[in-house]
């Protein structure tokens, strides 16, 4: 006998067969709620940014809170989609100024054919050039990650990881300042960007590495936000600086990612929580926006320590509830 | 060959061989990962005019006109 529910859809014909097997089978998961919908758009705006890692907290938050909700079902991706657009949207809306600086002289290159001199096409380029590996790899990877790993005590464990590679991150700018200051055969100097080495004197190789290291997110648990600040700071850049290249990073791959997925939002899957996507996008958007505003004030002086700790707390917490529960 | 011209005919290649990529996913007949992925295809199409955009700044007219 079918399943009361399975039944009722199979009437409406308004699902596709994926849903219905899964509603049919033992283990069926509950609705998203209109609070619960509002909670994941705060949390996904806010830890996407934060260097916490949003995947791990959209994992390990609904497990400890006691949700049913299963993430990786086709009705639910629609609703992720819209609040990765609503992240994406508040940080093109921050950085306006900065993308009309970059691009206007990127456009005006590629008519002419000859690439130009100004430190804000450089860091088009490059910001182009670490894209390309992140684009790559994201496509490729990060649904077999996400599947692979996308356990609560998986994220956890990783929370903790992400933690020791904040820390750490700060012992690597320490290093890269005092190679950069030995290099120059003088203390460490204070460039316009506010510390030792500016954006645009990256190397290509080394945006390409920065690029591809944001693959390294799609591990539950580990920021992508992190990776790159701390990976900025290993080159050698101020905390703000790392920070604005990072969020500049992270724009292209959020919002493409969330521009090629828009036909699911408007698709037959996406129409059911069409009215909760739209709230989560701007939900989102709004915490994605407070975040970044606040980070980028907080790392002209701050630094990554504070993460740290709190990655480590929550991620042992989590480990600790999630293991006791089984 | 010098190396502009070079760079110019290998980002015509891989515009090119991305081109088909997106074609072969487009249809389903790509190895890895298997099946029609719309996405992988939109993705490659953007590398594509990516490699056309390195192509144009190294077209061989422009070294000449540098020279």
Redesign the interface.
């Known amino acids: 006998m079918s399943h009361p529910v399975a039944g009722a859809l199979a009437i409406h014909g308004a699902l596709p067969h994926a849903l219905l097997a899964a509603a049919q089978s033992p283990h069926h998961y509950d609705k998203l709620t209109h609070a619960q919908a509002a909670v994941l758009a705060i949390l996904q705006g806010v830890a996407e940014l934060f260097p916490i890692s949003s995947i791990g907290h959209t994992v390990i938050v609904p497990k400890l809170l006691g949700w049913n909700i299963d993430q990786s079902a086709a009705t639910f991706l629609p609703f992720v989609v819209a609040l990765h657009l609503g992240t994406a949207i508040a940080l093109v809306v921050y950085f306006w100024r900065d993308w009309i600086e970059i691009l206007t002289p990127m456009i005006r290159s590629v008519s002419t054919g000859k690439l130009g001199s100004t430190p804000q096409e450089r860091i088009g380029w490059l910001l182009a050039a670490g894209t390309v590996p992140a684009a790559i790899l994201g496509v490729l990877l990060e649904k077999p990650v996400k599947h692979a790993l996308g356990d609560a005590r998986v994220a956890a464990v990783f929370l903790i990881v992400n933690g020791f590679m904040l820390f750490f991150g700060e012992r690597l700018r320490l290093r890269a300042v005092a190679a950069l200051a030995a290099a120059r055969g003088d203390a460490a100097t204070v460039s316009l960007n506010g510390g030792p080495r500016p954006i645009e004197a990256l190397g290509w190789t080394e945006a390409v590495v920065i690029g591809g290291l944001q693959a390294l997110a799609f591990i539950p648990g580990i920021s992508r936000s992190g990776v790159t600040i701390v990976a900025g700071l290993a080159a050698g850049f101020s905390h703000e600086a790392a920070a604005r290249f990072a969020f500049l990073l992270a724009t292209p791959v959020i919002l493409g990612a969330a521009v090629l997925e828009i036909p699911t939002l408007l698709g037959s899957d996406g129409r059911p929580l069409l009215g909760d996507a739209v709230v989560g996008c701007v939900l989102a958007g709004l915490a994605a926006y407070t975040s970044v505003r606040f980070l980028m004030r907080y790392f002209t002086t701050g630094k990554l320590g504070p993460f740290a700790v709190y990655c480590w707390i929550a991620g042992t917490l989590s480990l600790i509830v999630v293991l006791a529960r089984g | 060959m010098d190396q502009r011209t070079t760079i110019f005919l290998g980002a015509i290649a891989a515009a090119v061989l991305l081109v088909i990529i997106a074609g072969f996913y487009w249809t389903g007949h790509m190895f890895?990962?298997t099946g029609v992925h719309h996405?992988?295809a939109?993705?490659a199409i953007?590398?594509a005019i990516?490699a056309l955009?390195v192509a144009?700044?190294n077209?061989p007219s422009?070294a000449i006109a540098r020279r």
């Open positions: 890895y990962p996405k992988h939109v993705l953007v590398l990516g955009v144009n700044f077209r422009s």
